[in-house]
């Protein structure tokens, strides 16, 4: 798994982020679903979940290197805006 | 193949999903900085290589570069710590507060803020907020904080 942009004030470190965030697919669920979106070349699902209080957006995708694919989390950071998933609508 | 945890690292390079135009690759560059703990604006080394996007800047971080950033950023910020800790005790020493009170009140053992000015100890990031706290009108914060500990 690789992470692009994420909150790292929100983390302490790097490797407590990709923990984390690792957890976070681990727990999702198909009512965390968003929607998907196009990319330049690739396309990306968008994820809701809840944190606490704290609604979470997540957009992820896959990508490939030499040796096959992996999961690439494009965005991780605090909902900025509400987002309607499959579940429901999630707030900031 | 899909690969849960690619716990030896992506073969690099690849193509940016971001801007789809440039690869991404291990990259060592001057001038970078970054959060790391409590700290907003660290330097990163200039040797360090982040696999980065040569067409639009876009770090992606894997758990072999997770772990060489937050390994090269560790003693930079236990630095800064000290070089905090080490002005705001400069600081205080202005305003005649003793390091002894200091230590006392907050609950150091007799020497440590030394131990810290020469390098010899890492401060705690609580340890440089109180005493960067304590550098906003000393005389009144140290009172209050004896006036505390006495009547509890």
């Known amino acids: ?92 | 193949m899909t690969r849960e945890t690619k716990s030896a690292g992506i073969a690099w390079p690849v193509r940016c999903v971001e801007c789809g135009k440039g690869n991404v690759a291990p990259t060592a560059a001057p001038g970078r900085t970054t959060r790391y703990k409590i700290l907003a604006d660290l330097t990163v080394p200039d040797d360090l290589e982040i696999p980065t996007c040569d067409a639009c800047g876009m770090e992606w971080i894997d758990q072999p570069a997770a772990e060489a950033v937050d390994a090269a950023l560790e003693p930079v910020y236990q630095r800064r710590l000290r070089q905090l800790a080490s002005a705001y005790l400069e600081q205080l020493a202005e305003q005649r507060v003793t390091q002894q009170r200091l230590e006392k009140l907050l609950g150091l053992s007799q020497g440590y803020l030394s131990k810290i000015r020469s390098g010899a100890s890492n401060p705690s990031p609580m340890l440089v907020s109180a005493l960067g706290l304590l550098t906003i009108d000393p005389e009144r914060r140290l009172r209050e904080v004896e006036e505390s500990f006495a009547a509890a």
């Open chain 1, 1 to 92: 798994m690789v992470l692009m942009r994420t909150v790292y004030d929100v983390f302490s470190t790097r490797v407590e982020a990709l923990r984390w965030v690792r957890g976070v697919i681990a727990d999702l669920r198909p009512a965390d679903f968003a929607h998907t979106v196009e990319l330049e070349v690739h396309v990306a699902d968008v994820y809701g979940f809840v944190v606490g209080d704290n609604g979470w957006y997540l957009k992820l995708t896959m990508t490939e290197d030499a040796d096959g694919s992996f999961v690439l989390v494009i965005s991780c950071h605090p909902l900025q805006y509400p987002l309607s998933t499959q579940g429901g609508r999630i707030s900031p």
